[in-house]
């Protein structure tokens, strides 16, 4: 019995310890990833504008198998969603015109993240695209752990973004290229 008992209290003292350190690890985020898209800034802004725009290459897309609605304000500045793993809400809180916007968001019960898409002309064919987003995760025993984690699956969906956002704009392009004129 004393062995039991001696073996539930060991138990604890780890779960205790990991719990303590869990919560004193950082739980702040900040990371960037950026591609070049062979098309202006100009080209690009206007596919970033406004929310609506964003479905056909963002994740946060009725595409989004969780994704179970999204709506849209009039001015296409804002849009709520449920999902099945909670809901959220995305604001622009900043444009720029042929440069940059920034946006906010919320989602289930985590902190609000600031986010700010830039265009970087490189040259008169192709404009450099960084995506930045910073923040914390909720406060609590294991989101110190899930930091790193969290991190490097949104800067996968970001690149997934840009890569579909880069391959519309391309086919938008060779479309328009091709197109006869008159």
Known sequence: M???LRLLGLIFMVICVIAVIGSLLPRSYDFEV???IAASPQQIYQEVETL????????WSLDN??????EYSADGLS???????????????????GRSISYSMT?????????????????NQSTEVRWRSRGQLPGGPFYGYFSPFF???????????LGKLAKMLSLTQHTVDETPTP
């Not at 198998?65 to 999204?70: P, R």
């Open 107 to 123: 989602f289930a019960d985590f902190p609000e993240m600031q986010s700010t898409i830039t265009l970087e002309p490189q040259d």
């Open 79 to 97: 849009q709520t969603w449920t999902d099945e793993r909670g809901d959220g809400s995305l604001w622009i809180t900043d444009r720029t015109v």
């Open 151 to 161: 991190s490097t699956g949104m800067k996968s969906h970001y690149q997934h973004g």
């Open 65 to 70: 198998q969780t994704v179970q609605s999204l």
């Open 2 to 4: 004393i062995y039991w």
């Open 34 to 36: 950026k591609q070049t």
């Open 52 to 59: 609506p725009k964003w479905q056909s290459w963002s994740q």
